[in-house]
C-alpha cells in the first residue's frame, strides 16, 4: 500500500468522524455479515475468569467537568519516542481496552487531547486533533524505516468521554521521496508492538469469542492482502492482523507470524452495540466488508483449534480456497 493511499484512506475516516459529529447517525446495520457473538460456549471450552484479567482503572484526579484545556509540555523528538515506547510495552500498567491510560467510557476527552500533546513532535498532532476526538499520526523511526502508530479517538455524542480509541500500525521504508514500500516481520516493529502479536494476546485474554477472516484478491496485479481479526466484545477489545496474501494452487493463505496490528478498543458496557459504535465512528471495521467470514466457514477450523494453534509460537500460515473470496 502507498503512503499515498493511506494517506488518502484516513482523511476520509477523518471526513466521515466530522460529518458524524455534526449530523445524527443513522446506521444501516440490516445484512451485516459479521454475526453478533453469542453468549453460548462452544462445547469442551472455558473462558478465563474475568478476574483474571481485571482492568487496573488509574484514578482520574478532578471530575469532567472541572476539567480544562492546559496540555503537558511538547516533548523534544527523543522523548516522545521514549513516551510512546512505553506506552506500546507497558500500557502504564493497565490492560486493555485500556490504552496508554485512557479508558473507553470513562476517561474525558480532554484528558485525552491533553496528554496526546506530548507527542506533537513526532505527529502531524495540530492538523487532525482536537478535544472531542481525531486523528494522531504519529511516526517512530529506527534506522531506515518508520513505524507508523496511527491513534484514532471517538468521543460520545456529548463529546465528554472517549468512546473509541482505535490504533493501526505499520511499517514503512522509503523508496524514493513520494513512495515507501512496506516492511513485515522488521525487528524493530516486533520489538515495539510485541505485546499486540496474535500469540501475546490469544495467551493474555483467552480464546476469543468470534474470528472472521478476509482475503482481498484483484485481478489487476495490485498487492494481495490477508486479516484475521479477534472479536472479544465483552471485553471491549477488537485486534485485527493484516499480511500479505500468499496462493497456492487453489488455496490463498496468510501468515499471522508477518503482520501489522490493528486495535479497536471499547468500554465493555458497549457489548450489545459495538457493531453500531464501530460502524459509525471507524470505516475500517470489518462490518464494512460483506465478505468478512467467520473462520469456521473459511478455514474449516473451529475457534479452540485456532485458540490451541496460534496461543504458542508458532509460522504456522491459515490457508483457505481462493474461490470464496470476490476478486475486485
Known amino acids: ?17 466530522v460529518l458524524s459529529a455534526c449530523a445524527p447517525s443513522q446506521i444501516e446495520t440490516e445484512g451485516i455479515p459479521v454475526r453478533t457473538p453469542s453468549a453460548t460456549l462452544m ?10 484479567f481485571a482492568v487496573n482503572t488509574p484514578t482520574l484526579l478532578l471530575p469532567t467537568s472541572s476539567l480544562t484545556f492546559t496540555p503537558v509540555p511538547t516533548l ?3 522523548e516522545a519516542s521514549s513516551l510512546l515506547a512505553n506506552w506500546l510495552q507497558n500500557n502504564n500498567e493497565c490492560q486493555l481496552p485500556c ?41 517512530y523511526p529506527s534506522g531506515d524505516l518508520e513505524i507508523r502508530i496511527d491513534v484514532m479517538l471517538h468521543s460520545k455524542a456529548d463529546k465528554r468521554t472517549i468512546q473509541v480509541v482505535s490504533i493501526s500500525t505499520r511499517t514503512l521504508r522509503e523508496l524514493e521521496p513520494g513512495s515507501s514500500e512496506e516492511v513485515y516481520d ?29 482475503a482481498d484478491i484483484f485481478t489487476t496485479g495490485t498487492q494481495e492482502t490477508f ?80 485458540y490451541r494453534i496460534y496461543k504458542e509460537p508458532t509460522n504456522m500460515c491459515l ?3 481462493l474461490n470464496i473470496w470476490p476478486d475486485h
Request: aromatic letters at 12%; charged letters at 15%; proline letters at 8%.
Open 186 to 214: 522488521a525487528p524493530a516493529y516486533n520489538e515495539l508492538l510485541g505485546d499486540y502479536t496474535l500469540k501475546s494476546i490469544l495467551s493474555k485474554y483467552g480464546p476469543p469469542t468470534e474470528v472472521l477472516v478476509r
Open 319 to 321: 490457508e483457505t480456497p
Open 43 to 52: 462445547p469442551g471450552l472455558t473462558l478465563p475468569e474475568k478476574t483474571e
Open 227 to 306: 486479516s484475521i481479526t479477534l472479536l472479544y466484545p465483552e471485553r471491549g477489545i477488537f485486534v485485527r492482523y493484516n499480511m500479505l496474501a500468499e496462493r497456492m494452487d487453489d488455496q490463498i493463505y496468510g501468515c499471522p507470524s508477518h503482520s501489522f496490528v490493528d486495535l479497536w478498543l471499547l468500554s465493555p458496557e458497549d457489548v450489545d452495540i459495538y457493531q453500531e459504535i464501530l460502524l459509525s465512528s471507524n470505516v475500517h471495521w470489518e462490518g464494512n466488508w460483506s465478505y468478512t467470514t467467520p473462520i469456521q466457514e473459511a478455514a474449516s477450523m473451529t475457534i479452540v483449534d485456532f
Open 1 to 17: 500500500m502507498s503512503r499515498l493511499s493511506s494517506f488518502t484512506t484516513y482523511l476520509a475516516s477523518i471526513f466521515i468522524f
Open 76 to 78: 523534544p523528538a527523543e
Open 99 to 139: 490504552w496508554g491510560g485512557l479508558i473507553p467510557g470513562e476517561s474525558p476527552s480532554l484528558e485525552a487531547y491533553n496528554k496526546l500533546t506530548a507527542l506533537s513532535s513526532i505527529a502531524d498532532f495540530l492538523k487532525y486533533i482536537h478535544p472531542s476526538g481525531g486523528w494522531v499520526p504519529v511516526t
